[in-house]
Structure formats: C-alpha cells, structure tokens
C-alpha cells in the first residue's frame, strides 16, 4: 500500500513532455524504490572509520547483509513466506525469528560504535579544550615576562633621566 493516504492535501504531480498528467504524487510515492551502492565495495562489508591522527586508529564495522532475500523473507524469485499450512506457518515462525535475531545483532553492533564514536568525540573535544587552556596559559606567561621587561626598562630610562 505504501505511502497512499499518508500524504494529504499534496498538488505536485507528474506530467510527460506533452503536459498529460502520468501519475498522482501518491502513486509515484508507492513505486518509489532507492538503492545505495557504494562505490568500493568491501569484500568483508565492513565500514572502516578513522577515529585519530594516526593510520591504526580505525574501527572496523562489520555490517550484516539485511535485505529480505538475505534474511530468508523472500526467495530470490520474489516468493514471500508461505503459512498455508500449520507446518509451513512454524517455519515461517522460525525465518521470522531468525530474521529479528540478526537485525538486533545488527543493531548491538552499531550501537557499540556508535558509543565508540560519542566517546572519541568527547575525548578530542578534552584535548581540545585542553590545547586552548594551554595556548591560553602560554600567552600569559609570555605577557607577564614583557610587562615585567617593560617595567625594568621603564626604571632603568628614569633611573638615567634623574641622574642627568
């Protein structure tokens, strides 16, 4: 069914080079299909993150093929899961099963990283805040030691002026 009823109220639609309307926005909606390919396709399909300065400083995401085909929901000539009979419906309890087990297995292991990843962005906002501290520190002690050498050059010039 898609997204028909969803969208309301909604005035685009599709016309071909003549201006003879093709499809409502609704029915162009429900046959909406997108597919994202990477370009450098992995062999292990495994996404791999830079998290430092350094080469080693990686993690590696292992990511689980979870298409429906892959999953066992649909045969790869189309067929869904057949519950026709008592002994087909528990096998179909069985894909289901199976199915929801790797997608939250999936899931836990994105989960991790993205954690991984929230930690390694507290940790470089730290060094950070850190750098500017002591940039900040730098600056003052370098302010300190000209005033101090401003100050000594000034009694110096009106120890010479009184003397004269």
């Known amino acids: 069914e898609g997204v028909k009823g969803q969208i309301s109220g909604l005035t685009i639609s599709i016309t071909d080079s003549n201006g003879n309307v093709k499809k409502s926005a609704n029915a162009a909606l429900d046959n909406f299909n997108e597919t994202v390919r990477a370009q450098n396709k992995s062999e292990d399909n495994a ?63 994105i989960g991790s990283v993205e954690s991984r990843l929230e930690y390694t962005s507290a940790n470089l906002t730290t060094a950070s805040e850190n750098v500017q501290s002591s940039e900040s520190t730098i600056r003052d002690a370098n302010m300190a030691k000209e005033m101090t050498e401003y100050t000594k050059n000034n009694v110096l010039m009106q120890a010479a002026q009184s003397m004269l």
Request: net charge positive; no cysteine; glycine share 8%.
């Open 47 to 109: 996404i791999t993150l830079q998290v430092g300065t350094k080469a080693n400083q990686s993690i590696k995401v292992g990511l689980t093929d979870m298409r429906a085909e892959a999953l066992g929901l649909k045969g790869s000539d189309g067929t869904t899961l057949n519950i026709s009979t008592q002994a087909k419906a528990n096998a179909a309890i069985n894909v289901l099963d199976n199915a929801v087990q790797k997608a939250l297995d999936q899931q836990t292991t």
